[in-house]
């Protein structure tokens, strides 16, 4: 119960902290979304105009900072992020609402796949290391895990969306043609699948390598050769010993993976014109439209924060040294 | 009466009259073929959820100013022409203290409810009650008053004769009064079911692909050919390039790399790219700050570039250098007087140190800039957008040949909300970017960007569109003039007077010639604009213009 009430404690002080950085951060930057707001109108607004919309923005740069705070830590627990600049006079949360299953469907079902696909083959890896498989798995991952991603999501776009034709070569202009229903669905996949696999390979390779190292260094380690000594089938010794206390860093990675999946995958989204969270953001950053700027950071700090309390949970249920601190 | 408008006007009357005489006979005759879907694809990001034509082109969803709602008149800003639209004619009236514009009969809005002459003094009202609206400021021109006096008259009051200003009312959207006139905030009403009198309704929105169909309704008769319109929002210059080179689209508004070999060579029979000339690039100078505010300075900055190099290498031969005092070629013809041929700078960084030697600036050992009191000059920034390529071209081969005469630059990469605002307030050294006005003649351009009334005292402080923050009272007094008459003579003189100014005195650059970006497939539609048939100025697809090509292209 003290872990428990410990990650509690320490999920309220770095959320805390987390939503502080968030309202500083963007004030640091310069500029201000005035300014830019006259840019946008191409300064023909006049000053009476401007100040009748900073106001409906509420950006009052004039307000002390202390005010402001106060003001933005009403807004966050009430859920009204206000109105967008760039996307003037959207709401937030509709931008941010319009966005988001894109990046859930796509950044969260190739994280969990490649996470998934990674460590398994890094489990194979590490169970036979030293063998030609490794061997093979090892420099390839290597050179998956340090790619450029621009670089190779933009040869995949060209090689099977341009040269072969195989799937579309971006954005939702094939989804426009579509009714709906199933072969909306259709569309919707066929749109998905080169850039999930993009994100699935070239994020697979960092957990092959780090789930093999772990793996190989387990393996060593007294209780597994104890485990072998006593004549536990491979299989156990592999998955119940090995991987089991192997996979734990890995899980933390795994957490802190699902919390940027909110942050969407601004490369992929641009290279494939897909839509989602990650070009928001970038739009939001580019025109200073801190209220569109926040809401994103809320949501990812929160997202990194909840998965990582989850993660410490399920620690509990992986690791009994965590229960077993915890009972004392 | 502004005569070569007026020129311009009775051509476009003639030129409608032949094509309802045309299209009449196609109606019949196997001509033209009606039907399909014209696709486009934009480097937009996100299509916003909003349909008010008062809000400025990008804050509102792409069509919306091009086939939703239509305005008086279309300006050609490649040709001078002037389209009528909502507005048959006009004239000026009282020593040009009064504008009378004749409305379109027999339109309608799309709910069936009659459009007339009241819906125009309604718009422009409207702009008056919420300046916040009236993005051309039109209000600041010596307007003081719009009404109808007929179902299709509409009478404008100025207080100071202000011809050029009838290009800025030409182009405002016309809205129902019966629907707006109930709308509270406007300027953030989204407008969801918008009623305009285009040529599409709006079919279905989602914030990547915006759908239009034909407006059956459309005061020219068979007008649209085509049934659909679908623009789709992708995120990369590179999307739309494959897009097009797949012919998954028709066209589309995109400064393609190397365009005559990415794209046109591709498919020689039906690719084809239009890139009609209506502005300027220039390489502006804040002459608030020093050593910018030192005119023999500045000539030597234009002395020392190579404008033809920095074409080629921006735009691959595709775009040429600009003219010196930013000429728009198919308007210097007109109005380029040739005693200003004598004031321009030739490219020559011998001539460019020795304008600098005999203004007292000195070397250092290493062939660094000092001033006269030996003080080597620091590093000056030119101000680019984060990005974009053609400008980032410029300034590296700005900063190399201003290197050559002494002057080290960085060059700076700013987004677009920090490039825009740094622009306005004055906070930079040099920066590249577009003429701050377009049209037909060169009046818009410099009274934009060199008119004192959009300058500002102090840096800091936002001067709207004199980004170089230079004025003259002699060039106030020249638009001044240019305003207050109709004497074509006189307006030549007032151009060529301010021309001299910017030749002798050199408040920017200008570097290269600036396009409409238009790329087009004929595989499948027919009827766009080019070279050959400039009908609109190769506007992008949710400008203006862009609507006289909806109502043209057709299968071929």
């Known amino acids: 119960m003290r872990y428990l009430t410990r990650r509690v404690l320490v999920l309220l002080l770095t959320g805390w902290a987390a939503l502080t950085i968030n309202f500083v951060l963007p004030r640091l930057m310069p500029g201000n979304p005035a300014e830019v707001m006259l840019a946008r109108f191409q300064g023909r607004l006049s000053p009476r105009a401007l100040a009748a919309l900073t106001v409906e923005f509420g950006v009052h740069t004039h307000q002390s900072l202390l005010a402001q705070y106060v003001a933005y830590w009403g807004h966050m627990l009430t859920g009204n992020f206000g109105l967008s600049l760039t996307y003037y006079p959207a709401s937030v949360a509709q931008m941010v609402a319009q966005a988001f299953p894109w990046t859930l469907g796509l950044v969260g079902i190739s994280t969990l796949i490649a996470f998934i696909l990674g460590t398994g083959i890094g489990i194979a890896a590490a169970w036979r290391h030293g063998s030609r498989l490794d061997g093979v798995l090892l420099p390839v991952s290597l050179l998956l895990n340090s790619m450029p991603y621009f670089w190779f999501a933009l040869l995949m776009l060209y090689l099977f969306g341009f040269v072969l034709g195989w799937f579309p070569v971006g954005g939702g202009l094939n989804l426009a043609h579509q009714a709906g229903g199933w072969a909306g669905l259709g569309a919707i996949i066929s749109h998905a699948i080169l850039p999930a696999a993009t994100i699935t390979i070239t994020a697979a390779g960092g957990w092959v390598l780090t789930m093999r190292n772990n793996m190989v260094a387990i393996l060593g380690e007294d209780f597994v050769k104890f485990a072998r000594a006593k004549g536990l089938p491979d299989r156990v010794v592999e998955f119940r010993y090995a991987a089991r206390n192997a996979i734990l860093p890995n899980f933390t990675g795994f957490a802190m993976a699902i919390g940027f999946v909110v942050g969407g995958a601004l490369l992929t989204e641009i290279v494939f014109s897909y839509p989602g969270l990650g070009y928001l953001l970038y739009e939001a950053v580019l025109n200073l439209d801190y209220p569109l700027m926040q809401a994103i950071f809320l949501f990812i700090s929160l997202a990194v924060l909840v998965a990582n309390f989850l993660a410490d949970l399920a620690y509990i249920l992986l690791d009994p040294r965590v229960r077993a601190v915890g009972r004392s | ?556």
């Open chain 2, 1 to 556: 009466m502004n005569q070569r408008i007026a020129i311009g006007l009775a051509a476009s009357v003639s030129l409608a009259f032949a094509l309802a005489a045309a299209m009449a006979s196609n109606v019949g005759a196997a001509g033209v073929k009606t039907g399909g879907t014209l696709y486009s694809a934009m480097p937009w990001g996100t299509i916003p959820d909003n349909f008010n034509p008062f809000l400025p082109s990008g804050s509102n969803a792409g069509g919306t100013l091009s086939v939703i709602y239509e305005p008086l008149f279309y300006d050609n800003s490649v040709n001078g022409q002037l389209v009528p639209l909502l507005g048959t004619g006009y004239k000026w009236e009282d020593h040009n203290l009064k504008l009378v514009v004749t409305t379109r009969r027999g339109v309608q809005w799309t709910d069936g409810t009659a459009f007339t002459a009241k819906d125009v003094a309604f718009t422009f009202n409207y702009l008056h009650q919420y300046p916040v609206l009236d993005l051309s400021r039109i209000w600041s021109t010596g307007l003081t008053s719009v009404t109808a006096t007929g179902s299709n008259t509409v009478v404008f009051t100025f207080s100071k004769a202000n011809t050029p200003a009838f290009l800025y009312i030409a182009g405002q959207a016309v809205v129902p009064a019966r629907l707006w006139s109930k709308v509270k905030n406007p300027s953030t009403y989204t407008n969801p079911h918008p009623v305009g009198t285009g040529p599409f309704t709006l079919q279905s929105f989602n914030p990547y692909v915006v759908k239009y169909v034909r407006n059956p309704h459309y005061w020219m008769v068979g007008r649209p050919y085509i049934h659909g319109l679908v623009i789709e929002a992708v995120k990369s210059n590179d999307t739309s390039l494959f897009d097009i080179l797949k012919h998954n689209i028709q066209f589309t508004y995109t400064a393609i790399t190397d365009v005559a070999k990415t794209f046109a060579a591709r498919a020689p029979a039906v690719n084809h790219y239009w890139w009609p000339v209506n502005n300027t690039n220039l390489l502006y100078m804040n002459t608030q700050e020093a050593p910018f505010s030192n005119t023999a300075f500045r000539i030597a900055i234009a002395e020392a570039l190579n404008t033809k190099l920095i074409a080629t290498r921006a735009y691959y031969g595709a775009i040429g250098p600009a003219n010196p005092a930013a000429f728009v070629p198919a308007q210097a013809k007109a109005w380029f007087n040739p005693s200003l041929k004598g004031l321009e700078h030739p490219y020559s960084p011998a001539l460019a140190k020795q304008t600098l030697k005999k203004a007292g600036f000195k070397w250092t050992s290493t062939g660094q800039l000092e001033s006269a009191r030996g003080n080597p000059l620091p590093s000056y920034r030119i101000l680019v957008g984060a990005g974009w390529t053609d400008f980032i071209t410029m300034a590296q081969v700005v900063s190399n040949e201003l290197q050559a005469i002494g002057i080290s630059t960085t060059i700076d990469q700013e987004p677009w909300g920090t490039y825009e605002s740094s622009l306005l307030t004055g906070r930079y050294d040099m920066a590249i970017c577009w003429g701050a006005g377009t049209g037909p003649t060169p009046y818009y351009d410099y009274e934009q960007s060199l008119g004192s009334q959009y300058s500002a005292k102090q840096i800091g402080q936002v001067a709207v569109s004199d980004w170089s923050r230079f004025t003259r009272p002699a060039i106030d007094r020249a638009l001044q003039s240019f305003r207050q008459t109709s004497n074509l003579a006189v307006q030549k003189r007032d151009i060529t007077t301010v021309a001299r100014i910017i030749l002798r005195q050199v408040p920017f650059v200008p570097l290269t010639n600036r396009p409409n970006f238009f790329d087009y497939q004929t595989a499948t539609f027919v009827g766009f604009p080019n070279a050959q048939n400039p009908y609109n100025a190769g506007d992008p697809p949710d400008a203006p213009g862009a609507n006289l090509m909806y109502t043209r292209v057709h299968l071929k």
